[in-house]
């Protein structure tokens, strides 16, 4: 006997049903996904074509400006510039020195908060504090700590007596630097402090119980069993930071705005002082161009690597 799903009928007519549910199916997800694709589109693909666009262009600020294809020409001026050059050496400076620092002390920091310590949880909680501060908030803060006048690293110099080492320290072109990078290596310290206390409580005890056991010291163990352990996270970490401290804009804009006399000129501010202050779009495009090249270019790299640890 024949049942009513072995019938031919029923079987034709369920699979001319199943491509118009299908359909159905990928329009109500396409529906569902149009409210978070709008933004994404309006705020960031968009915005970025534009900017691809002007950097063949001449385009200026100004209104009925009339803008002109000039192809390659921006781009030709941009490697002869050495004003960008010098942005671009000081962003790797900038960007080498904050990723290196900000690593070497996280790393000492989620040692130290991976510690059966005493308020453990209260430590860590204020570990994050930096990390959950607004950029701009952050160079405020700091600048009162720079200032010349009644800033705390000046005060105190002052109250012990050595006053030959009150200075500028924003405004001198030997300290800015420096004066910048450790600010942001206190403002991104937390997040690579938390990558790695997570990496940390990866790795088990019974290796180091089995080191010490063997008659291992802790700087061995930490060598031979922690390194190891945590060289996934480190490479990812440190390849993220490098990457997000080299597209820096706005933390060292409200601390220096580039200055004094560009010692702290990264390459994004270099790009804003051209379009904002200088009104060459067009070439402020290129610039940004360029930038967007080169952080696809390290992300790459960074997924690369990622997906052959992971093969």
């Not at 945590?230 to 993220?240: E, R, Y």
Request: hydrophobic residues 50%; positive net charge.
């Amino acid at each position: 006997m024949t049942t009513l799903a072995e019938r031919p009928d029923v079987e034709r007519a369920g699979s001319a049903r199943r491509p118009s549910r299908f359909r159905s199916d990928r329009t109500t997800i396409y529906l569902l996904l149009l409210p978070s694709l709008l933004p994404i589109l309006l705020l960031s693909v968009f915005p970025l074509l534009r900017g691809i666009y002007l950097g063949f262009t001449d385009a200026r600020a100004g209104r009925n400006v009339e803008v002109s294809f000039t192809g390659l020409a921006n781009y030709r001026e941009l490697l002869g510039d050495e004003l960008f050059w010098n942005s671009f050496k000081i962003g790797l400076l900038w960007a080498v020195g904050v990723t290196v620092l900000q690593f070497l002390l996280a790393l000492g920091l989620a040692l130290l908060l991976n510690q059966q310590l005493r308020f453990r949880g209260v430590a860590r909680v204020l570990a994050v504090v930096p990390w959950a501060m607004p950029p701009v908030v952050v160079g405020i803060l700091w600048k009162l700590v720079y200032h010349p006048d009644a800033g705390l690293i000046n005060e105190f110099f002052h109250r012990i007596g050595a006053d030959g080492l009150r200075t500028n320290w924003l405004g001198d072109f030997s300290t800015a630097l420096p004066a910048v990078i450790i600010v942001g290596v206190w403002a991104g310290m937390p997040q690579t402090t938390v990558v790695l206390l997570a990496g940390l409580q990866g790795v088990g005890r019974e290796l180091h119980e089995a080191a010490a056991v063997d008659g291992a010291s802790t700087w061995h163990r930490f060598r031979h069993v922690t390194l190891p352990a945590l060289a996934p996270v480190i490479v990812a970490i440190t390849s993220l930071d490098f990457i997000w401290n080299f597209n820096s804009f706005g933390l060292v804009y409200v601390l220096t705005a580039g200055g004094p006399g560009g010692k702290t000129m990264l390459p994004m501010l270099f790009a804003y002082e051209e379009a904002f202050r200088y009104g060459n779009y067009g070439y402020a495009a290129a610039l940004g161009n360029v930038m967007v090249v080169i952080i696809v270019a390290l992300l790459a790299v960074y997924l690369r690597r990622r997906l052959r640890e992971a093969n």
